[in-house]
T-cell receptor, first 115, second 114 residues
Framework: GAGVSQSPRYKVAKRGQDVALRCDPI?????LFWYQQALGQGPEFLTY????????KSGLPSDRFFAERPEGSVSTLKIQRTQQEDSAVYLC?????????????FGPGTRLTVL | LAKTTQPISMDSYEGQEVNITCSHN???????ITWYQQFPSQGPRFIIQ???TKVTNEVASLFIPADRKSSTLSLPRVSLSDTAVYYC???????????????FGKGTHLIIQP
């Protein structure tokens, strides 16, 4: 079956532009996660949804970052007024239930480059 | 404060068994231990998960001592294609809905040589 998909795969933005990154989780998966992975680093947690509820957004680096999952399936990560330090790979993952005892299925990521 | 600690890098040779140990001193009673593998330009991929003692699948084994403060990922007879970054995670969900232990850290860069 289809895995987690993300679009676009690559995004180049000029500093100050707004961007929107999309994640399509595996159908029926309850939990959805966003991560930011800088070059040479491991993925850092940004935010977590259970269905449409955003249960944890403690990892969002600033109020320029906003995520939503209005119908409990597709999610969008929006970054306003992009800065060069936002350049990274943004990964989305989903799990069928709560994360504690479920593996996370990751998408391929969106590589964001801010010029 | 990092929840897990693992070596930054390891080297081995094809055909050898590789063991990567992770420390998680603050593991909670309900926490599971999960390992992921990541190749360049790909998202992490689940390898194995365990709660206690030993778990084995077609890819790896996971050894967890009784105190659960550490775990060891064992990769039997590695090949060049096992060169990747390996991450140990101990994810927790709070009853109020918050999450912890979901940042992967730097992981262990495993390099397999011919």
């Amino acid at each position: 079956g289809a895995g987690v998909s993300q679009s676009p795969r690559y995004k180049v933005a000029k500093r100050g532009q707004d961007v929107a990154l999309r994640c399509d989780p595996i159908s029926g998966h309850v939990s959805l996660f966003w991560y930011q992975q800088a070059l040479g680093q491991g993925p850092e947690f940004l935010t977590y949804f259970q269905n449409e509820a955003q249960l944890d957004k403690s990892g969002l680096p600033s109020d320029r970052f906003f995520a939503e999952r209005p119908e409990g399936s597709v999610s969008t990560l929006k970054i306003q007024r992009t800065q060069q330090e936002d350049s990274a790979v943004y990964l989305c993952a989903s799990t069928p239930g709560a994360v504690g005892d479920n593996e996370q299925f990751f998408g391929p990521g969106t590589r964001l480059t801010v010029l | 404060l990092a929840k897990t600690t693992q070596p930054i890098s390891m080297d081995s040779y094809e055909g050898q068994e590789v063991n990567i140990t992770c420390s998680h001193n603050n593991i909670a009673t309900n926490d599971y231990i999960t390992w992921y593998q990541q190749f360049p330009s790909q998202g992490p991929r689940f390898i194995i998960q365990g709660y206690k003692t030993k778990v084995t699948n077609e890819v790896a084994s996971l050894f967890i001592p009784a105190d659960r403060k550490s775990s060891t990922l064992s990769l039997p007879r590695v090949s060049l294609s096992d060169t990747a970054v390996y991450y140990c995670l101990v994810p927790s969900l709070y009853s109020g809905g918050g999450a912890d232990g979901l940042t992967f850290g730097k992981g262990t860069h495993l390099i397999i040589q011919p």
